[in-house]
């Protein structure tokens, strides 16, 4: 069912026999961002100190494709580009000015790839009795992972603007885009919903900082050498409706439409992951990184007035070893000025922040679906706030950051427009928070 919109159906679906159990599905997104942001201290952009930004980027153009030849069959293949500014985001090589000026004509490459068997079907067994249990195997770029719900959302229908990105914990170091080459297998045991995978991670090969100094103590960098392979999961006990599980990606809200309780677990691990140097010596450290996390979304009040509240919680504890730490920042335009005098900040220039690194990250979201004014409404509102408390092994102080925005539903997430505001704290050392810095985002979004 169309996440909040009667109308859309089974999409973009083409069956293949007359009873639908083969079939091709298409499904297109693009995301859309104007954005307004305070620059961290130190930020120029293509040359220029800047303090405040405006422009208007691509966050994600997406087609992604699967088929079901059989009930025992599915491939599935999804193609795109992310994150395109003014002055970012073009293809490898495009810099200056003219044709291929730096933001231009970013490569279309593949987000997903891959093949599936079902071992034990979903429907029923050859008595007529519906199966609880199932199993499938696939292999493939996938992103059949744990380590939490976030960690396999689904970017069509986040209850907020975006996920946070450090649900995400290896994106574009030892995975792409979220995804890996690997094998998985999913299926459910009853109420159960169950994902392992066994991965080969992308090659990292950053320099680990000298130890000793009075700059770099002994920090944790992304070097796994000859990458050694990666296991992880994801387990998730559904209390009320059953979710789909046909493709990997978990829906962030589902505007009034269903009645979900669930609660996971999940965890990953890759071994000698990441380097770092002590007194000349190169130790090697495993990535070890588990979740636990609950997710209500709830119709409330009167049936006719279709409200519902939705909650996410999740709570990470990241080892990527000693005084991992990265900054990242998404779209991000600044790059360092030269001239800058005063105290930079200790993520970089732009809006880069402390993303991730090794500690704890506690995250909690909650929208509300406001009452139906009329039979079929215009337009459905729905405001939200999320919360993050960062406490990271490199950085001696925690980090608070807020989220504060409102879904206006034209057609469910198939046609939605979002603005929210988000402040993060601007560390000018690792026990010196300066400030705080904003940022405005006003999403459009059409999924088909």
Request: proline content about 5%; hydrophobic content about 35%.
């Amino acid at each position: 069912m169309a996440q909040g919109s009667s109308d859309y159906g089974a999409g973009l679906k083409f069956n293949l026999n007359p009873e639908g159990t083969k079939y091709a599905r298409i499904l297109m997104w693009n995301q859309m961002w104007f954005r307004s942001m305070q620059m961290n201290p130190g930020t120029s952009v293509n040359g220029v100190p800047t303090e405040n930004l405006t422009d208007i980027g691509a966050r994600r153009l997406r087609i992604l494709a699967y088929a079901q030849i059989s009930p025992r069959y599915l491939i599935l293949t999804h193609v795109g580009i992310n994150n395109q500014t003014f002055i970012n985001g073009g293809a490898a090589g495009s810099s200056g000015t003219g044709g291929y000026g730096q933001g231009k004509k970013p490569g279309l490459f593949f987000h997903d790839v891959w093949n599936e068997y079902a071992v034990v079907p979903s429907g029923k067994d050859a008595a007529g009795v519906v199966r609880k249990n199932t199993l499938y195997l696939g292999a493939g770029l996938h992103y059949w992972h744990g380590i939490s719900r976030m960690t396999s959302a689904s970017t069509l229908n986040f209850l907020a603007v975006d996920a946070p990105i450090f649900n995400w914990p290896l994106i574009e170091n030892s995975d792409q885009f979220a995804r890996l080459f690997g094998i998985y297998a999913k299926g459910k045991l009853g109420k159960l919903e169950y994902r392992l995978n066994y991965n080969k991670p992308f090659a990292t090969n950053q320099t680990p900082p000298l130890s000793g100094t009075t700059v770099t103590p002994d920090v944790a960098v992304d070097n796994n050498g000859v990458s050694k392979m990666s296991y992880g999961g994801y387990f998730e006990y559904q209390f009320l409706d059953q979710e789909a599980n046909v493709l990997p990606f978990k829906v962030g809200s589902y505007v009034g439409t269903k009645r979900v309780f669930n609660i996971g677990a999940g965890f990953y691990r890759q071994p000698e992951a990441t380097r770092s140097m002590n007194n000349g010596k190169l130790n090697a450290h495993d990535i070890d990184l588990f979740s636990v996390d609950v997710f209500a979304d709830m119709p409330i009040g009167k049936k006719e007035k279709n409200m519902a509240i939705t909650t996410y919680s999740v709570l990470y504890r990241y080892d990527f070893g000693p005084n991992y730490l990265r900054n990242l920042g998404i779209m991000n335009p600044g790059a360092a000025d030269a001239s800058f005098e005063g105290k930079r900040a200790l993520a970089g220039p732009g809006n880069a922040r402390p993303l991730v690194g090794t500690g704890t990250i506690w995250y909690t979201q909650a929208g509300l679906l406001l009452p139906k004014t009329t039979e079929k409404p215009v337009m459905r509102i729905q405001p939200y706030a999320a919360y993050t408390l960062k406490n990271l092994e490199a950085l001696g102080k925690s980090g608070n950051y807020y989220d504060l925005g409102c879904n206006f539903y034209l057609d469910g997430h198939h046609a939605k427009i979002t603005p929210q505001w988000s402040v993060r704290p601007v560390y000018t050392d690792k026990n010196t928070i300066s400030g705080t810095r904003g940022e405005f985002i006003l999403q459009a979004q059409v999924y088909l």
